[in-house]
């Protein structure tokens, strides 16, 4: 039940294209946001849902990550171009299964206290630990990983018993805990004993979050001063919980917001401004097929005829409202590692006489009403997809219901909600094709996905069988780092080939900024890249 928690909280939240975001790409100069570089001044942004928890190894949604962002630094960062910068650590090195961090010198806790490789071990084998039930476990570190420190040499080396071809970037990417917060996770939920950029100094829960920039801050991203001599830096940062997109763009427009992402209607009267935007892609438009026993969509043919039945281009305008992009894999949170195209080629085509003609050779046949029927069972489905999209998402829904009713399947839909979508996960509801988005960063993130245990003792929620992906996927885990990149790619077109999945939209996120600028990348504000801008 653990992983189907994980699961779910992994594809509700790129429902609400929270998690599934992307690199930055701005437009407007620096006069859009208000003149040159200004001290002393406060960002204020907004939030569409409280963060909950802010303890960054037991939260996987979008809202508590981009607060921990200004909170708790990590070993390494990933830069927009993929490459690897320093963070807490000054030096590492990785294969499949060892990675060793040397932690720079003179990195303190926000209380002042130093930062010790004991600490970073402790945070590592924290999320290692099965019974610590931390949602990055298997996402970031395997369990049963094991995490040596040497004072000496100020040096951390992390052994996983799982070849990871990425391990390097995902143990890097843990965010780090000072050493009072490992005995403390309650004060730690609250956002206290960090060691990133920001300390919080005000929590309303529901209502707003103020944070503070340290002073002796120097390890970020390109830090080699103080962070005060950074021009344009934000002294205080203002987090609104704002749920309503319409109330943020108001507020943004009115000056009382520096930035607010915008995913709905109101993003066009914004662009129509020119406002200065930082854009990220999100995985809105992933179909998935029930392949468990007894289900129709076991059968291959029987997909591939659903597949053809709808035409997916005009779904993707419906389920983003014209806004999205034809999807290029699985795989979507950038900077992306691997950048393969994997969709291009491999989806039917739009075809509703070949779908109809592929059902009649599967042994589906028309009866007198017009629903096909074999072996006495009608071609009754039921599909499923987030309520949390809102209108976009039911309407796109109701077009894929009339296909596939034009080809002779008697087809239900119905939306379900972060409840529903954690039933789906933990095979607790009956579906036999899912709109289900999945934020995902890394390739090996997809794998728990699509192959090896079904609920409830793993998250290959669709029961999905694909040999030919579970044999690439397991050379390419043995290889580090890029170098795996083409075997993970052809892995994923293993999968869309058959059509196990159908990605076939990615929506566009603009973050808009007021008398700021900013980035966005992996699905949140870069601190470090706030500035303000004023006459």
């Given at each position: 039940?653990?992983?189907?928690?994980?699961?779910?909280?992994?594809?509700?939240?790129?429902?609400?294209?929270?998690?599934?975001?992307?690199?930055?790409?701005?437009?407007?100069?620096?006069?859009?946001?208000?003149?040159?570089?200004?001290?002393?001044?406060?960002?204020?942004?907004?939030?569409?849902?409280?963060?909950?928890?802010?303890?960054?190894?037991?939260?996987?949604?979008?809202?508590?990550?981009?607060?921990?962002?200004?909170?708790?630094?990590?070993?390494?960062?990933?830069?927009?171009?993929?490459?690897?910068?320093?963070?807490?650590?000054?030096?590492?090195?990785?294969?499949?299964?060892?990675?060793?961090?040397?932690?720079?010198?003179?990195?303190?806790?926000?209380?002042?206290?130093?930062?010790?490789?004991?600490?970073?071990?402790?945070?590592?084998?924290?999320?290692?630990?099965?019974?610590?039930?931390?949602?990055?476990?298997?996402?970031?570190?395997?369990?049963?990983?094991?995490?040596?420190?040497?004072?000496?040499?100020?040096?951390?080396?992390?052994?996983?018993?799982?070849?990871?071809?990425?391990?390097?970037?995902?143990?890097?990417?843990?965010?780090?805990?000072?050493?009072?917060?490992?005995?403390?996770?309650?004060?730690?939920?609250?956002?206290?004993?960090?060691?990133?950029?920001?300390?919080?100094?005000?929590?309303?829960p529901g209502d707003h979050?103020?944070?503070?920039?340290?002073?002796?801050?120097?390890?970020?991203?390109?830090?080699?001063?103080?962070?005060?001599?950074?021009?344009?830096?934000?002294?205080?940062?203002?987090?609104?919980?704002?749920?309503?997109?319409?109330?943020?763009?108001?507020?943004?427009?009115?000056?009382?917001?520096?930035?607010?992402?915008?995913?709905?209607?109101?993003?066009?009267?914004?662009?129509?401004?020119?406002?200065?935007?930082?854009?990220?892609?999100?995985?809105?438009?992933?179909?998935?097929?029930?392949?468990?026993?007894?289900?129709?969509?076991?059968?291959?043919?029987?997909?591939?005829?659903?597949?053809?039945?709808?035409?997916?281009?005009?779904?993707?305008?419906?389920?983003?409202?014209?806004?999205?992009?034809?999807?290029?894999?699985?795989?979507?949170?950038?900077?992306?590692?691997?950048?393969?195209?994997?969709?291009?080629?491999?989806?039917?085509?739009?075809?509703?006489?070949?779908?109809?003609?592929?059902?009649?050779?599967?042994?589906?046949?028309?009866?007198?009403?017009?629903?096909?029927?074999?072996?006495?069972?009608?071609?009754?489905?039921?599909?499923?997809?987030?309520?949390?999209?809102?209108?976009?998402?039911?309407?796109?829904?109701?077009?894929?219901?009339?296909?596939?009713?034009?080809?002779?399947?008697?087809?239900?839909?119905?939306?379900i909600d972060n409840t529903?979508?954690?039933?789906?996960?933990?095979?607790?509801?009956?579906?036999?094709?899912?709109?289900?988005?999945?934020?995902?960063?890394?390739?090996?993130?997809?794998?728990?996905?699509?192959?090896?245990?079904?609920?409830p003792d793993g998250t290959?929620?669709?029961?999905?069988?694909?040999?030919?992906?579970?044999?690439?996927?397991?050379?390419?885990?043995?290889?580090?780092?890029?170098?795996?990149?083409?075997?993970?790619?052809?892995?994923?077109?293993?999968?869309?080939?058959?059509?196990?999945?159908?990605?076939?939209?990615?929506?566009?996120?603009?973050?808009?900024?007021?008398?700021?600028?900013?980035?966005?990348?992996?699905?949140?504000?870069?601190?470090?890249?706030?500035?303000?801008?004023?006459?």
């Open positions: 039940m653990r992983s189907a928690r994980i699961a779910a909280a992994v594809i509700g939240a790129a429902a609400l294209v929270l998690t599934g975001c992307g690199g930055a790409s701005n437009a407007g100069g620096p006069a859009a946001s208000g003149g040159s570089p200004a001290d002393g001044r406060s960002f204020t942004m907004a939030m569409p849902s409280d963060p909950g928890t802010l303890d960054p190894a037991m939260t996987v949604m979008a809202a508590a990550i981009q607060v921990d962002r200004f909170l708790y630094d990590p070993l390494i960062h990933v830069a927009r171009d993929g490459g690897v910068t320093s963070g807490l650590a000054e030096k590492w090195q990785a294969d499949t299964t060892t990675a060793r961090f040397t932690l720079r010198p003179g990195v303190t806790c926000a209380d002042g206290a130093p930062l010790t490789v004991r600490d970073v071990a402790a945070n590592i084998a924290f999320v290692a630990d099965p019974k610590n039930r931390s949602p990055l476990a298997g996402l970031y570190v395997n369990p049963g990983t094991t995490v040596e420190a040497d004072a000496g040499t100020r040096e951390i080396t992390v052994t996983s018993k799982v070849p990871d071809a990425f391990l390097l970037r995902n143990i890097g990417s843990v965010p780090m805990v000072c050493g009072k917060g490992m005995d403390d996770r309650g004060a730690v939920a609250k956002g206290q004993h960090g060691t990133g950029m920001f300390t919080l100094t005000e929590a309303v979050y103020t944070l503070t920039r340290r002073e002796d801050y120097v390890w970020g991203p390109g830090a080699r001063q103080p962070a005060k001599a950074e021009k344009g830096l934000p002294d205080k940062v203002h987090i609104r919980v704002v749920a309503n997109e319409t109330t943020a763009a108001n507020l943004l427009l009115s000056g009382e917001l520096n930035a607010a992402g915008l995913g709905g209607p109101d993003q066009q009267r914004l662009l129509g401004r020119g406002q200065f935007h930082a854009d990220s892609a999100s995985a809105r438009g992933e179909m998935w097929f029930h392949h468990a026993p007894g289900r129709p969509t076991r059968d291959e043919s029987v997909r591939r005829a659903l597949a053809q039945a709808v035409d997916l281009g005009d779904i993707g305008k419906v389920l983003t409202a014209g806004t999205g992009k034809p999807s290029r894999g699985l795989i979507t949170i950038d900077p992306k590692a691997c950048k393969d195209n994997t969709v291009a080629g491999k989806l039917p085509a739009h075809d509703v006489r070949a779908a109809k003609s592929l059902l009649d050779r599967a042994g589906w046949k028309e009866n007198a009403d017009g629903v096909r029927v074999k072996d006495g069972k009608r071609l009754a489905l039921t599909l499923v997809y987030p309520s949390l999209i809102g209108q976009p998402a039911a309407s796109a829904a109701e077009l894929i219901q009339e296909a596939w009713q034009e080809v002779g399947a008697d087809v239900t839909i119905r939306g529903g979508i954690n039933q789906v996960v933990a095979g607790n509801a009956s579906w036999d094709a899912a709109v289900l988005p999945l934020g995902l960063g890394l390739p090996p993130q997809l794998r728990p996905f699509v192959s090896g245990p079904k609920p290959n929620f669709a029961h999905i069988d694909n040999k030919a992906y579970a044999t690439l996927a397991d050379k390419a885990s043995r290889m580090p780092g890029t170098t795996g990149c083409p075997t993970w790619s052809r892995a994923e077109s293993a999968l869309i080939s058959s059509v196990d999945v159908v990605p076939f939209v990615d929506a566009v996120l603009p973050t808009f900024g007021a008398g700021a600028r900013f980035e966005v990348n992996h699905g949140s504000i870069m601190p470090s890249s706030i500035r303000m801008y004023g006459d």
